[in-house]
Nanobody, 124 residues
């Protein structure tokens, strides 16, 4: 079973940037970043497939970017111009098989491997 280890969360001021990392212990077909705040459902931020096709949530399109380092099996989320509403626990997710489309990249039910989460706090 592939394992995911996230890092890079922290506390920043509005307008600052953070980069999250997610290291996978093996090969995956799909990877994604989700986020969750207390009392709310887990929300897809961006998903990326094995051919590097992506699907961003509307809230992330202008400020966030996802990229991979295949040699390190690591997924990154570069978050710029952070806002207080970006405050959440961010989770890395992966799927090792099955079919997909652009919409499913942001569906948490599509993923069967999850990281432990990393807290991002943005203060105004």
């Amino acid at each position: 079973q592939v394992q995911l280890v996230e890092s890079g969360g922290g506390s920043v001021q509005a307008g600052e940037s953070l980069r999250l990392s997610c290291a996978a212990s093996g090969s995956t077909l799909l990877m994604a970043w989700f986020r969750q705040t207390p009392g709310k459902e887990r929300e897809g931020v961006v998903g990326i497939d094995v051919m590097n096709r992506t699907n961003y949530a509307d809230s992330a399109k202008a400020r966030f970017s996802v990229f991979k380092d295949p040699a390190k099996r690591t997924l990154y989320l570069q978050m710029n111009n952070l806002k207080p509403e970006d405050t959440a626990v961010y989770y890395c997710a992966a799927a090792s098989g099955g079919s997909w489309d652009a919409q499913s990249l942001l569906n948490p039910a599509r993923y069967d491997i999850w990281g432990q989460g990393t807290q991002v706090t943005v203060s105004s």
